[in-house]
């Protein structure tokens, strides 16, 4: 199949490591995979935030970038949901307001072809296991838009199981938010931080090594918290331990190591 | 006894009030517990009833129904009430409400009234009104007599005091009911409130309520409880004054049925209320003889005039949106500065208030979605949230910092030179931020994007994030700058 990566704008700046390992997975599992260059930001931050007018002319950007293909795959749950569950909206305001009549159609029918990556995995092809290896304890963070908009329900943990090598501990408090929000872990920092605090200690009481989850944005408010506490636990989108093989293990182990004391 | 209530118009920002409340340990352990609580048992009877999805559509159906007819089942609800031997009363605002009910207090030449549990007495602060007016008001309900006499403030619409535990009631029964020997197991404070109680329940001949449900059909009248306070007020009284909101309204005795047995599920974990109370009309020689009842009107045509605000009016007052939300559940309801709290609050109190206050609280949430999920009657929070957002920056103005920063991104996402730009020019505006870490063991020839530059002070707004969160640098190339090359290769 011909794949159109939707990087989204922070995965793109902030999180390329995601972006290629998405290219490694699709490409193993024989796709193709393109990248229209023109994309930018599917619109989320501004439109949850109020800004609706910036917002709106996103949508058309989007429809011109990713109309032609056959699937649109997106490494991120809430930028997914902001689009099955804002552009129809979004569409409709653009018309009201004397713009392009295309919009509303257009955009019903791109949708159904607009994937987050594991439920791409699961739902449109069907795999559970996508031949990874990644020995290591992990814990899978279900983000909140992945959970109650998309509906991924355990799809994730099925492909993190089916990954050799690789021990998956639940998490207490599974379907809590972390506190992130988007604007909100600024805008309203001292509850976020709170929200956060009794999440990165459910991930603490997993005994886990690393926290995974199908959303970067969660993963770096995470990240955010045990790196200042000096935890020693890292984070790691799906995607990237989903693309890990043995050979990556073998490359990495046969790395000459340089003591710098 | 007078206490301030909470007032919107009075009240601090959410964030200034959330911090304050932050701090209080006690208080966010008896909220994490109540919350926890109700929320295993809710999910227990939830689970159990296979047809739960299709009940929460049918009590949607229903309520966006009266929404959208509100002005023909409110006439028909006046015709039969009327009938049925009762006075109804048109409220516009919270001091034409409390003129009603101190005036018909008055006439009845009394001092004292017992009272039912209610948010919309609440909402327009009757007790101040009757205590201004001579006339003292008595909490019946075992968590709002926790609240008076602790001269404290409603933190939940089902469980006003769920913030205080069980100590911290004994203390307030200990001082106001003068009983220096009180112990605190449940029966015992059970039974001081009993003793309490029952003297006013014989003595008080006037009752003032809210309503659950107001039947258009029949003129009925609903209201539910736990604890039989309420049968009593509504059985012993020779006067009943119920206020209620103008959208409680329902059509038919029937559509109580999937109503009722979603109300108690969602808001105490229980399979129906123990005590539900039908009063249609005036009945010679049981129950009260006057009844009277204030439509309330306080802003909800306001909002009924409003599509996408609307469907905050279908609100059943369950209290589940409270216990499931990440964020009630750390600072407890006094935060959201109004006698409705949590996530139904932050839609309704800015929206009653005509966005003139509170406009903190739609941003009071990080959208998680939790509270829409548990909805009975699927109000779509997170949705109604981003629009109430949308207004606040509309009132804003296009020339509020926030405003031009937000304005200018907007600006970046439209052009794919301008966002390669400003990739390139973020990574430049961190460098004097960035802290590299000092590593004992460097492996060489690690992945390039495997930066290990920290940044932990941020400037301005953004010093919110790194006050208690670190920030990876950015690594030194984009996804479309690797891509680009991977292509020429």
Request: proline content about 5%; some cysteine; hydrophobic content about 40%.
């Amino acid at each position: 199949m011909k794949v159109a990566l939707f990087i989204t704008c922070y995965n793109d700046t902030l999180f390329p490591a995601t972006g290629k390992a998405v290219v490694e997975v699709l490409e193993r599992l024989g796709h193709t995979v393109e990248f229209p260059a023109g994309q930018t930001c599917c619109g989320q931050m501004h439109w949850n935030t109020g800004y609706q007018a910036e917002a709106l002319p996103l949508l058309p950007r989007f429809l011109q970038q990713f109309e032609h293909a056959e699937a649109v795959v997106v490494p991120s749950s809430s930028c997914v949901a902001m689009m099955r569950e804002h552009y129809p909206i979004m569409a409709e305001r653009i018309v009201a307001e004397g713009g392009d009549t295309s919009l509303p159609e257009r955009t019903a029918a791109i949708l159904p072809r607009v994937w987050e990556f594991s439920e791409f995995l699961t739902k449109k092809l069907g795999l559970t296991d996508v031949g990874a290896y990644y020995p290591h304890r992990v814990t899978y963070h279900a983000s909140c838009h992945g959970l109650r908009s998309l509906g991924l329900g355990d799809g994730p943990q099925t492909l993190l199981k089916s990954v050799r090598g690789l021990e998956l501990v639940e998490i207490a408090n599974l379907e809590q938010c972390c506190g992130f929000g988007g604007t909100f872990a600024v805008k309203n920092a001292d509850v976020s931080s709170a929200m956060l605090a009794e999440k990165t200690r459910a991930v603490l009481n997993t005994g886990a090594e690393e926290c995974t989850a199908c959303d970067n944005s969660c993963l770096m408010h995470l990240q955010g918290a045990l790196h200042r506490q000096r935890t020693g636990v890292t984070t790691r989108h799906l995607a990237e331990i989903l693309a890990h093989t043995e050979a990556d293990e073998e490359a990495e182990d046969a790395l000459p190591t340089e003591v710098t004391l | 006894m007078s206490r301030v209530p909470l007032d919107p118009r009075t009240a601090p920002t959410f964030q200034q009030a959330a911090r304050a409340l932050l701090g209080d340990a006690q208080l966010r352990k008896n909220v994490r517990h109540a919350t926890d609580v109700i929320q295993t048992k809710r999910r227990k009877l939830v689970e159990e009833k296979q047809d739960w999805q299709a009940l929460r559509e049918s009590g949607r159906q229903i309520r966006a129904h009266v929404l959208e007819n509100l002005d023909v089942y409110l006439e028909e609800f006046e015709r039969n009430f009327t009938k049925a031997g009762g006075v109804i009363h048109w409220a516009r605002d919270a001091a034409e409400a409390q003129k009603i009910v101190v005036g018909l207090v008055k006439e009845i030449g009394t001092t004292e009234v017992i009272k039912i549990k209610s948010m919309t007495t609440e909402e327009i602060q009757l007790n101040n009104a009757l205590e201004a007016a001579g006339v003292h008001a008595y909490e019946t309900d075992l968590a709002e007599l926790i609240i008076q006499l602790g001269e404290d403030q409603p933190s939940h619409i089902v469980v006003p005091a769920l913030h205080k535990n069980r100590a911290q009631v004994r203390e307030i029964f200990r001082r106001t009911m003068n009983l220096p020997d009180l112990g605190d197991k449940p029966a015992d404070l059970a039974d001081a409130a009993r003793r309490f109680l029952r003297e006013k329940f014989l003595r008080v001949t006037t009752a003032v309520s809210g309503a659950n449900f107001l039947v258009a059909e029949t003129g009925g009248v609903c209201i539910v409880e736990s604890e039989g306070n309420g049968r009593m007020c509504l059985t012993m009284p020779e006067t009943l004054i119920s206020v209620v909101g103008v959208e409680k309204v329902v059509p038919r005795w029937q559509d109580l049925e999937p109503l009722l047995q979603m109300l108690p599920r969602s808001a105490t974990g229980e399979r129906m209320n123990p005590y539900n109370s039908m009063w249609c009309g005036v009945h010679p020689g049981d129950g009260p003889q006057r009844m009277h009842i204030v439509l309330l009107d306080n802003g909800r045509t306001e909002v009924l005039a409003d599509r996408e605000g609307r469907q905050t009016l279908q609100c059943i007052r369950c209290g589940a949106c409270q216990n499931a939300c990440p964020v009630y559940r750390q600072t407890g309801g006094h935060a959201y500065g109004s006698v409705y709290a949590g996530p139904i609050g932050a839609i309704l109190t800015p929206q009653l208030m005509h966005l003139e206050h509170s406009q903190s609280l739609p941003y009071a949430s990080s959208l998680c979605g939790a509270c829409y999920e548990v909805c009975p009657v699927k109000i779509n929070i997170p949705e109604v949230l981003i629009h109430l957002r949308h207004k606040v920056v509309e009132q804003n103005g296009w020339y509020a910092p926030e405003s031009l920063a937000m304005k200018a991104v907007a600006q970046v996402f439209r052009s794919e030179r301008r966002f390669r730009a400003a990739q390139r020019l973020g990574r430049l505006a961190e460098l004097p931020l960035v802290k590299s870490e000092k590593r004992s063991f460097a492996i060489v020839g690690q992945k390039q994007e495997a930066s290990d530059g920290w940044i932990g002070w941020l400037p301005g707004l953004l010093g919110g994030w790194t006050s208690t969160r670190d920030l990876q640098a950015m690594p030194q190339e984009t996804f479309r700058d690797w891509w680009e090359k991977r292509g020429k290769q």
